[in-house]
């Protein structure tokens, strides 16, 4: 018995003396070394638990259940830090079960689901925080989390963001806090390659479809010179270091990551559920294989998105660097040379818009490349993506760059000849061939540098102003078949500032909401526009 004893107060010193050591790591933020630590005392605590009937003090048990309660909490905080955060929820589980009410824990678990942007579940153990005693000490900060909460819930239920204010004062100060949202979308089976995201019902230009946070980024401002090459490589290096790291710390993440395309068997691939990819999804647990790091490359090599893109903007302190990251669910969206979504980067989530209104069951689309370039462009530029455009505006400009004077409108462009005649004769040639709706704003689309030029150009306009479409008219056609472009909209900006029109106005404003979402409200795009108020 006396043995007994002995051993046990061994024990408890060798306890003690762990805990002190796991603590001391804790506070000096050195997160592995305390997770070894608080390893090592929980095993040890679980050991003391099973042999407590051997203790002559009643009160014994309880406290080992206090110790491994609180070292749990403590080892799934340090877990967390190191963005382990399967495993940190299950330390938190764990410890909930010895005690439902833990203050410490709940505050824990609720902060990890923050981060997992699981805002209703967070905000359930913010609010069980709130009713224990120590909340007292706590209140400010505790609501504080509640309030973020119920914010950023509402906002992945309602996906009402505004970024105007951040917006109109030059995007000093952190960005607006983002959720994820999904708006009226599927994926589904696509025409255009493997699987698609598609419209679910109509959709006006400017609102938004999704809203998500990016697996991983990697981002550095590139040297112009030569060395630029080499940077790009080590970036991508680090870029999938990250990514493999947290596939490999986070099961859920590693199962969303197989449903992407590695670029074979893109027909035969399975169409997930986009309920899938909430957030608050349920975790699938049948199915935890890692993948392997050849599995990973092809995924990103697939499915990586440059931050500046022809297709997107990067708003605040980010879009002076190159940035590269993994987006699960953009991943779907495919590319088209009559693109109708656009995306803006905000810190790391991409916000997906629409660039022009969407008819339900239309196909969710971006351009991987210039859709304002003409059709040889485009062509090339797919090859280096590593496919054949297909899409109805390819087949239909491959047939017209058959023509002769097609040709020798192209040549005479290469040969520096005037914008305004080279558009005059491109719509003499349309006339003549019957080309209407669409293809006209196909063919204006891909010669849209010299409209451009043509309608910027005093002299050019003074000499076929009056024989050419006016810019509204153009523009629309071009808007209808290419969506919001920058280039559109510095057209009838330029025009805009000359004529002081109140109808140019608000068209300049919604085709301002093409671009940069109606997460940007009217006194933001007027800011980005350089509209002034008036």
Same mark, same amino acid.
């Given at each position: 018995?006396?043995?007994? @004893?002995?051993?046990?107060?061994? =024990?408890?010193?060798?306890?003690?003396?762990?805990?002190? $050591?796991?603590?001391? @790591? !804790?506070?000096?933020?050195?997160?592995?070394?305390?997770?070894?630590?608080?390893?090592?005392?929980?095993? !040890?605590?679980?050991?003391?638990?099973?042999?407590?009937?051997?203790?002559?003090?009643?009160?014994?048990?309880?406290?080992?259940?206090?110790?491994?309660?609180?070292? %749990?909490?403590?080892?799934?905080?340090?877990?967390?830090? %190191? +963005?382990?955060?399967?495993?940190?929820?299950?330390?938190?589980?764990?410890?909930?079960?010895?005690?439902?009410?833990?203050?410490?824990?709940?505050?824990? &678990?609720?902060?990890?689901?923050?981060?997992?942007?699981?805002?209703? #579940?967070?905000?359930?153990?913010?609010?069980?925080? @709130?009713?224990?005693?120590?909340?007292?000490?706590?209140?400010?900060?505790?609501?504080?989390?509640?309030?973020?909460?119920?914010?950023?819930e509402f906002l992945s239920r309602t996906g009402a963001f505004d970024l105007s204010d951040w917006v109109v004062n030059g995007y000093r100060g952190k960005p607006p806090e983002l959720a994820e949202y999904?708006?009226?979308?599927?994926?589904? &089976?696509?025409?255009?390659?493997?699987?698609?995201?598609?419209?679910? $019902?109509?959709?006006?230009?400017?609102?938004?479809?999704?809203?998500?946070?990016?697996?991983?980024?990697?981002?550095?401002?590139?040297?112009?010179e030569d060395s630029g090459e080499n940077a790009q490589l080590v970036m991508w290096k680090n870029f999938i270091d990250r990514v493999s790291g947290f596939v490999t710390k986070c099961p859920r993440t590693c199962n969303l #990551?197989?449903?992407?395309?590695?670029?074979?068997?893109?027909?035969?691939?399975?169409?997930?559920?986009?309920?899938?990819?909430?957030?608050?999804?349920?975790?699938?647990?049948?199915?935890?294989?890692?993948?392997?790091?050849?599995?990973?490359?092809?995924?990103?090599?697939?499915? /990586?998105?440059?931050?500046?893109?022809?297709?997107?903007?990067?708003?605040? &302190?980010?879009?002076?660097?190159?940035?590269?990251?993994?987006?699960?669910?953009?991943?779907?969206?495919?590319?088209?040379?009559?693109?109708? =979504?656009?995306?803006?980067?905000?810190?790391?989530?991409? *916000?997906?818009?629409?660039?022009?209104?969407? $008819?339900?069951?239309?196909?969710?689309?971006?351009?991987?490349?210039?859709?304002?370039?003409?059709?040889?462009? +485009?062509?090339?530029?797919?090859?280096?993506?590593?496919?054949?455009?297909?899409?109805?505006?390819?087949?239909?400009?491959?047939? *017209?760059?058959?023509?002769?004077? *097609?040709?020798?409108?192209?040549?005479?462009?290469?040969?520096? #000849?005037?914008?305004?005649?080279?558009?005059?004769?491109?719509?003499?040639?349309?006339?003549?061939?019957?080309?209407?709706?669409?293809?006209?704003?196909?063919?204006?689309?891909?010669?849209?540098?010299?409209?451009?030029?043509?309608?910027?150009?005093?002299?050019? #306009? &003074?000499?076929?102003?009056?024989?050419?479409?006016?810019?509204?008219?153009?523009?629309?056609?071009?808007?209808?078949?290419?969506?919001?472009?920058?280039? !559109? %909209?510095?057209?009838?900006?330029?025009?805009?500032?000359? /004529?002081?029109?109140?109808?140019?106005?608000?068209?300049? @404003?919604?085709?301002?909401?093409?671009?940069?979402?109606?997460?940007?409200? $009217?006194?933001?795009? +007027?800011?980005?526009?350089?509209?002034?108020?008036?």
């Amino acid at each position: 018995m006396r043995e007994g @004893l002995q051993q046990l107060e061994m =024990a408890e010193e060798q306890m003690q003396q762990l805990r002190s $050591k796991a603590t001391e @790591l !804790l506070l000096r933020e050195e997160w592995e070394e305390a997770v070894l630590a608080y390893c090592e005392f929980i095993n !040890l605590c679980q050991d003391q638990i099973s042999k407590t009937q051997q203790h002559p003090d009643p009160d014994h048990l309880p406290k080992l259940h206090r110790s491994l309660c609180l070292a %749990l909490s403590n080892r799934a905080e340090a877990r967390s830090r %190191l +963005r382990e955060f399967a495993q940190a929820l299950k330390d938190c589980d764990h410890a909930l079960k010895i005690g439902s009410t833990h203050f410490k824990t709940l505050l824990c &678990k609720g902060k990890i689901l923050l981060n997992l942007n699981r805002y209703s #579940m967070a905000l359930d153990c913010f609010k069980a925080a @709130l009713l224990d005693p120590q909340a007292s000490g706590n209140a400010e900060s505790l609501n504080g989390y509640l309030e973020k909460c119920k914010k950023l819930e509402f906002l992945s239920r309602t996906g009402a963001f505004d970024l105007s204010d951040w917006v109109v004062n030059g995007y000093r100060g952190k960005p607006p806090e983002l959720a994820e949202y999904i708006g009226a979308v599927q994926i589904r &089976k696509s025409g255009i390659s493997g699987r698609g995201l598609f419209a679910t $019902k109509n959709i006006d230009a400017g609102t938004l479809v999704l809203v998500t946070k990016a697996i991983a980024t990697e981002r550095g401002i590139l040297p112009s010179e030569d060395s630029g090459e080499n940077a790009q490589l080590v970036m991508w290096k680090n870029f999938i270091d990250r990514v493999s790291g947290f596939v490999t710390k986070c099961p859920r993440t590693c199962n969303l #990551m197989n449903t992407l395309s590695t670029g074979e068997d893109e027909e035969g691939l399975e169409v997930p559920d986009i309920s899938l990819f909430r957030p608050e999804a349920e975790e699938n647990s049948h199915s935890n294989e890692k993948p392997d790091m050849g599995r990973i490359l092809s995924v990103l090599d697939v499915n /990586s998105l440059v931050e500046d893109a022809v297709s997107a903007k990067v708003l605040g &302190k980010n879009s002076g660097y190159y940035g590269v990251g993994l987006w699960l669910l953009a991943s779907f969206i495919n590319h088209s040379c009559s693109p109708n =979504a656009r995306r803006l980067h905000v810190g790391d989530y991409v *916000m997906v818009h629409t660039s022009r209104d969407v $008819k339900a069951g239309e196909e969710i689309t971006f351009t991987y490349y210039d859709a304002l370039s003409p059709y040889n462009k +485009r062509k090339e530029m797919s090859k280096t993506w590593g496919f054949h455009c297909n899409c109805k505006r390819c087949k239909f400009e491959e047939e *017209m760059c058959a023509k002769q004077e *097609m040709r020798e409108i192209e040549i005479g462009l290469e040969r520096g #000849m005037d914008m305004g005649g080279a558009v005059y004769k491109l719509e003499e040639g349309m006339r003549r061939w019957v080309v209407r709706g669409k293809e006209k704003g196909f063919l204006r689309a891909s010669f849209w540098s010299a409209y451009s030029e043509a309608y910027g150009c005093d002299k050019s #306009m &003074k000499r076929w102003g009056r024989r050419i479409p006016a810019v509204n008219a153009v523009v629309d056609s071009v808007l209808e078949v290419a969506g919001s472009d920058d280039r !559109l %909209l510095k057209v009838l900006v330029d025009g805009l500032k000359k /004529s002081n029109g109140v109808a140019d106005m608000e068209k300049a @404003l919604k085709l301002g909401r093409g671009v940069y979402g109606k997460a940007a409200k $009217k006194q933001a795009l +007027r800011t980005l526009l350089e509209l002034g108020s008036h």
